[in-house]
């Protein structure tokens, strides 16, 4: 305790810090977003996700080619940040997005490569085995995922070529 007559700087450090744990942060979040089509079904998921996520201050950043076919089928007023390889992606993001199925996901892997970056997987399809988040309740599941309530699952990616080399599955 750094003391002066009558006082003690260190009592009043722990007052003041207490005061400023009670006081909320804002801790602004980074997120990815990156699609292959844009069809008339999935722009309702894409708007609602892109409001949700303006309404929680979060930070996008949208894959170049997925943001074109937003302006092309949709009237945004917010402007967007935008990439368009993998190289100009970091480990600052938080999440990444991937709107569409399963092959979009795979594709958003070759993105986020081992940043280490957890991939939300929006189907705006049918059936997704990889895309778990189900259209109907992006909203809801959005909104936990930013609270930070979930969990992530491992995947791993293999590539096989067969003995001729002719083909990379």
Not at 22 to 38: R, T
Not at 85 to 103: A, H, K
Not at 109 to 135: H, M, Q, S, W
């Amino acid at each position: 305790c750094f003391s002066t007559p009558g006082r003690c700087l260190h009592k009043r450090f722990a007052r003041a810090l207490a005061v400023l744990r009670q006081i909320p942060q804002h801790i602004i979040m980074k997120v990815g977003i990156y699609g292959q089509f844009y069809h008339k079904n999935s722009g309702h998921y894409v708007q609602q996700l892109l409001d949700l996520l303006n309404q929680k201050d979060v930070e996008v950043i949208i894959e170049e080619n997925f943001l074109k076919l937003i302006h092309d089928n949709e009237d945004i007023n917010k402007t967007y940040s935008h990439f368009s390889t993998f190289e100009e992606l970091d480990n600052t993001y938080d999440l990444f997005f991937s709107i569409g199925g399963d092959g979009t996901i795979l594709q958003t892997v070759t993105y986020v490569r081992d940043l280490d970056i957890p991939i939300v997987g929006i189907n705006t399809g049918r059936l997704g085995f990889l895309a778990t988040v189900n259209k109907d309740k992006l909203v809801s599941s959005v909104e936990e995922i930013l609270k930070n309530n979930y969990s992530i699952t491992e995947r791993s990616l293999i590539s096989i070529k067969t003995s001729e080399g002719e083909e990379t599955f």
